[in-house]
């Protein structure tokens, strides 16, 4: 049977189809909106159409759709990030209800109401729930989080890895770079002359070190997380594990990291 | 600044970063945008792997084999030397990937594994759990930011490409694009650019895509006088979950792990696929299966309890092998759909994912404006009508692999540099393109909502121009495009603010978004044929004597001019397409 047969398929209009497509009720957000960089923060309550299995994105959408505050009066858009709604892109980050998680896979069914939704506080806010996580990824730059392969011409496989060794380098390059971590982490001091790192630096470097190539320059990772902002600044809240998305074993990596680097350290002064 | 020439890259996904390494390791200077932090991109999105014929599981595979199921699984339409380029670079470009230090899954031996995907027999897919895309995409951001360290790229992250600067000779000189947050208009002098920027997904609204795929710098190029070849091949993914935000994909790889799709049917199961499609079963091409299951749920009405949907089902697998080799995508069925997929199957629907379609390119992969360069998604070149799984890493990060070193020679044989261009050149545009913004700006006074207008076109387009194409729903479809036109025009702008000013942003996206819309109806409606992802009920059949071309499309301020070009068929003769039995 072939299935290239006519058909006449009659989608209904928009709003009207299944059962998910039928907004009942409503659900209450309260925003902290903010319109520019170094603004001054404010509330806005809002009030949309409550759709089934619905996340805090789409309650944003419904929002720019028809920007009016709860009492009906009209207003911007409410401004935020987002892009592959599968949190695993990680910009979507906020606080939701005081907690910092992505706002794609936070589900409205889940969440108290009025849904508070806040920009992560240890970044700065360029408009609203949208921020700017610089220090994130300078701090990738700090720790050297690659390797350094030697150009990208056919050089062959790369060195052999157990399943298991791989396993848990897997398990620590699913990070996606949301900065949760970072953003719940009370050792995070962002008026300090160096803040601290934070756990998702630690943990790259910890990744990069498992790789047999990596491996080789482990010491320019120990140099970089030494020091002011490095990795005694950790006080073991352990707030970073709770949040993470992913699930990634950061005091694990922490600690990991902190062995290595006395191991090195005694080696040096062996050597001495 | 370096006296030699200046390169820019737009784009921030596989295709994009590969090209900026590319370049910036022979020590030239990159300029690189993107709308989001690079490793924001769409592509973390890609699940399932890459393919590379390395024949480690003793099947006979060859990169000869992975040319002739791409070409074929792409139902003839793709120009066959860059495919062969492609598939004889594939091997490298994984173990490139492996170098870099991806974590792909492994043998016994500490060697990669490889698994089946849809449209071939044999084992040519590498894969780091089901997030491969993600930890290729962070495989090149950390190599790109060692580049950034040294001084060689400078990133413009949160920015988006407006126009390129086309000189009075018709040869680029640079870019314009606009600041996401301080909404400033910017030029930026450069000799080659490579425009990297993904697919349209989001013209169908609704789609796997990340949200930030628009097309609109593929459209603005096109709109600037860049031919775009093949639009209305737009692949629609068999297994997607439905969402009122977007639809979340659930990777080919289930089914490569051993998945298998089903209906109830008369009070047991009924395998669909493996019943109509014996040789391939569950692991037939995309095309296929999103037309067997279109059959099942609206000609046959088997939908799973009346609804739109399918079962896909690992129930049968060990639990502990599904979090080894697919956790990513089974977690976010779970997390978005609160079942578990290792007990419970999966309720899937066919969903828009793909563009074959896309800027034409030469084997160079240059455009039609000279020294503006197309990879990845945004270009049309391997995938014909249809793409086959794990083919978009391998390709995409081929466009980089090339295009860094095309544009390097491009690049050093010009006689003049865009830094020795007027001023003025740049001046100008950048003044043109600040007086569209402020037209958006001024948008004060109508009654449309800009997301409102979207919504209408995503469910037309989905409706009417994805699987089944009935030419009198195209041409309702095209008329639609025209009234959505004009009532863009009475847009009432939600916002005039001046600093991250997202619904100036969209509302200009909006409007590339209707052009491209238009490329992919028109072009549906002209071809006459039956291909790959193309069914026309009224032509089902395909038709080489009349149809074997490329659709070329040139914007007119009335929709695209169309016209064709021959297929370059030297390499594989053209044959039957049919998943039934081993016809190779």
Redesign the interface.
């Given at each position: 049977?072939?299935?290239?047969?006519?058909?006449?398929?009659e989608?209904p209009?928009?709003g009207t189809g299944?059962r998910?497509?039928r907004a009942e009720g409503s659900v209450r957000l309260t925003v902290m909106r903010q319109?520019?960089?170094g603004g001054a923060p404010y509330w806005q309550a809002f009030e949309v159409p409550r759709?089934p299995?619905?996340?805090v994105?789409?309650c944003l959408?419904e929002i720019?759709?028809?920007?009016v505050d709860a009492e009906g009066k009209?207003t911007?858009?409410v401004?935020w990030?987002?892009?592959?709604?599968?949190?695993?892109?990680?910009?979507c980050t906020m606080r939701v209800n005081g907690k910092v998680r992505q706002s794609?896979?936070a589900?409205v069914q889940d969440l108290e109401e009025p849904i508070r939704l806040e920009p992560m506080e240890k970044f700065p806010v360029?408009?609203?729930l949208?921020i700017d996580?610089d220090r994130l990824?300078d701090a990738?730059?700090r720790v050297k989080?690659?390797?350094?392969?030697d150009?990208?011409y056919?050089?062959?496989?790369?060195p052999?890895?157990?399943?298991d060794e791989?396993?848990e380098?897997?398990w620590l390059?699913?990070c996606?770079?949301c900065g949760a971590c970072v953003d719940a982490c009370p050792q995070v001091v962002t008026d300090a002359d160096t803040p601290f790192v934070g756990a998702a630096p630690i943990s790259w470097a910890r990744?990069?070190n498992i790789?047999p190539?990596?491996a080789m320059n482990a010491e320019e990772r120990y140099d970089a997380l030494m020091g002011p902002g490095g990795i005694s600044d950790c006080g073991k809240a352990m707030n970073c594990v709770e949040v993470c998305p992913k699930s990634i074993p950061l005091m694990e990596s922490i600690a990991s990291m902190n062995r290595q680097i006395t191991r090195h350290l005694l080696v040096d002064w062996l050597k001495e | 600044m370096s006296a030699g020439p200046r390169y820019v890259v737009v784009g921030g996904g596989l295709a994009g970063l590969m090209t900026t390494i590319r370049i910036a390791e022979q020590g030239h200077p990159v300029d690189l945008f993107s709308l989001v932090r690079v490793s924001r991109s769409h592509s973390v999105c890609a699940q399932g792997g890459i393919n590379g014929a390395v024949n480690t599981k003793g099947e006979g595979d060859s990169p000869w084999i992975h040319l002739d199921d791409t070409v074929y699984g792409g139902d003839f339409l793709a120009n066959q030397p860059p495919v062969k380029e492609m598939t004889e670079a594939a091997a490298a470009i994984i173990y490139l990937y492996d170098r870099m230090g991806v974590m792909f899954n492994r043998t016994s031996e500490g060697l990669l594994d490889f698994r089946r995907f849809g449209g071939t027999k044999v084992h040519r897919t590498a894969y780091a759990g089901a997030t491969t895309g993600q930890q290729l995409m962070y495989a090149l951001d950390q190599q790109v930011r060692r580049y950034e360290e040294e001084g060689l790229v400078t990133k413009y992250e949160g920015w988006e490409f407006l126009r390129a600067v086309v000189d009075g000779g018709g040869v680029a000189r640079g870019i314009v694009a606009l600041d996401l947050a301080s909404m400033k208009v910017r030029a930026f002098r450069g000799d080659a650019v490579m425009v990297a920027t993904g697919g349209p997904g989001v013209v169908f609204g609704r789609s796997t895509n990340s949200i930030l795929n628009t097309g609109a710098a593929n459209s603005n190029l096109y709109q600037q006088g860049a031919k775009y070849a093949n639009g209305e091949f737009v692949q629609i993914h068999p297994t997607a979950i439905p969402g009122r935000d977007k639809r979340r994909l659930i990777s080919e790889s289930v089914r490569g792990e051993g998945g298998r799709v089903w209906v109830p049917r008369d009070g047991g199961r009924w395998y669909f696929l493996e019943e109509w499609y014996p040789a391939y079963g569950n692991l037939v091409p995309r095309d296929v299966a999103a037309q067997a299951i279109y059959k099942v749920v609206y000609d046959m009405g088997l939908g799973v309890d009346g609804q739109e949907a399918v079962y896909l089902d690992v129930t049968h697998k060990d639990p502990h092998e599904l979090d080894v080799k697919l956790g990513g995508v089974l977690e976010i069925y779970e997390k978005f759909m609160g079942e578990d997929p290792r007990e419970v199957p999966m309720k899937v629907f066919p969903a828009v994912h793909y563009s074959m379609g896309g800027l034409w390119v030469d084997y160079d992969l240059m455009t039609s404006i000279p020294g503006v360069f197309s990879g990845g998604e945004a270009n049309y070149e391997y995938h014909g009508a249809n793409r086959l799984g794990a083919n978009a890493l391998v390709s995409c990060t081929f466009d980089g692999m090339k295009g860094g070193p095309r544009m390097i020679a491009y690049g050093g044989g010009l006689e003049s540099l865009a830094a020795d261009a007027p001023s003025s050149l740049f001046d100008d545009a950048v003044a043109e393109q600040r007086k569209r913004l402020e037209e958006v700006y001024a948008m004060t006074s109508g009654s449309e909502n800009p997301y409102g207008l979207h919504e209408e076109l995503g469910e037309w387009m989905t409706r009417y121009c994805t699987v089944i194409r009935d030419e009198e729903k195209l041409r309702r479809t095209d008329e639609k495009i025209g009234e959505l036109m004009d009532r863009w025009n009475d847009v009432a702008l939600p916002d005039a603010g001046e600093w991250v000013n997202q619904s100036v942003v969209f509302t200009r996206q909006l409007w590339d978004m209707f052009e491209l819309a238009r490329v992919m109806v028109r072009g549906a409606i002209a071809r006459k044929e039956s291909r790959g992802v193309h069914l026309r009920p009224d032509y089902p059949e395909r038709d080489d004597a009349n149809w074997l071309k490329t659709t070329i499309a040139e914007w007119t301020p009335d929709g695209p001019r169309l016209s064709y070009e021959p297929v370059d068929v030297s390499l594989v003769q053209p044959r039957p397409r049919q998943y039934k039995k081993d016809i190779r």
């Open positions: 049977m072939s299935p290239k047969t006519d058909m006449d398929i989608i209009p928009p299944s998910r497509e319109d520019a960089p759709y299995n619905m996340n994105v789409e959408m720019r759709k028809n920007p009209r911007t858009p401004a990030a987002a892009n592959c709604l599968e949190e695993v892109c990680g910009i794609c896979a589900l360029k408009r609203d949208v996580r990824f990738y730059k989080a690659w390797i350094p392969i150009g990208t056919d050089l062959g496989p790369g052999r890895i157990p399943e791989r396993e380098g897997y390059s699913r996606i770079s990744l990069v790789h190539t990596g | -």
